[in-house]
């Protein structure tokens, strides 16, 4: 059973950066499509970003494009999301979650607890 932890989140203000990580044990990570999501109150959960097993394709969404980037170390079996120019509506918790499909946008199987991104105005 792979599980995920993520870590990195915290309080920024608007305009400034965060890193998110998402450390993957159970499994190799490298077999597996890893995504970040994120949900606030009253919505539903939120996709962000994908990344395929080895990191060659990635997808975002058109909130986060250009903005936040997502990567992978195989090696170390750790998914990140750098999130740059942080904006108040970005924030939520955050997910990380993996699905052994090839597909990005897919329905993930495995899922983090997640961590709380505040970004203040």
């Known amino acids: 059973q792979v599980q995920l932890v993520e870590s990195g989140g915290g309080l920024v203000q608007a305009g400034g950066s965060l890193r998110l990580s998402c450390v993957v044990s159970?499994?190799?990570?490298?077999?597996?499509?890893m995504g970040w999501f994120r949900r606030t109150p009253g919505k539903e959960r939120e996709f962000v970003a994908a990344?395929?097993?080895?990191?060659?394709?990635?997808d975002y969404a058109d909130s986060v494009k250009g903005r936040f980037t997502i990567s992978r170390d195989n090696a170390k079996n750790t998914i990140y999301l750098q999130m740059n120019s942080l904006k108040p509506e970005d924030t939520a918790i955050y997910y990380c979650?993996?699905?052994?499909?090839?597909?990005?946008?897919?329905?993930?199987?495995?899922w983090g607890q997640g961590t709380q991104v505040t970004v203040s105005s």
């Open positions: 159970g499994r190799t990570a490298s077999t597996y499509t």
């Open positions: 979650a993996a699905d052994r499909s090839t597909a990005l946008r897919t329905h993930y199987d495995y």
């Open positions: 990344i395929s097993r080895s990191g060659s394709s990635t």
